[in-house]
Nanobody, 122 residues
Framework: QVQLTESGGGSVQAGGSLRLSCSAS????????LGWFRQAPGKEREFVAS????????YYTDAAKGRFTISTDGTKNLVFLQMNNLKPEDTGVYYC???????????????WGEGTLVTVSS
């Protein structure tokens, strides 16, 4: 059974940084688009970033561009999300996701992690 396990969440002040990690087990890493979604309190889950490991192509929501960087370590089946200059509006539960489709959108996700909480205080 495929498992995605997130780590690295926590509480930081605005302007700080966090690095989220997602460990993917029992998955053919190169066959999936991998990425991150987040869900803020009282809001719907939204796309943050995705990466196609084979090509290295990465995609970001406008709110993440310039502040967040997604990367992978294919030898260890890890996906990272480096988040810099964090803002209070970045607060939420961050979910790792994998899709066997060409793009990572919610309807195409095959596997979800259970999430890790990020709290950014002002």
């Amino acid at each position: 059974q495929v498992q995605l396990t997130e780590s690295g969440g926590g509480s930081v002040q605005a302007g700080g940084s966090l690095r989220l990690s997602c460990s993917a087990s029992r998955i053919t890493f190169d066959s999936y688009v991998l990425g991150w979604f987040r869900q803020a309190p009282g809001k719907e889950r939204e796309f943050v970033a995705s990466i196609v490991r084979v090509s290295g192509s990465a995609y970001y929501t406008d709110a993440a561009k310039g502040r967040f960087t997604i990367s992978t370590d294919g030898t260890k089946n890890l996906v990272f999300l480096q988040m810099n200059n964090l803002k209070p509006e970045d607060t939420g539960v961050y979910y790792c996701a994998a899709s066997g489709s060409a793009y990572l959108i919610q309807s195409s996700v095959n596997y979800w992690g259970e999430g890790t909480l990020v709290t950014v205080s002002s």
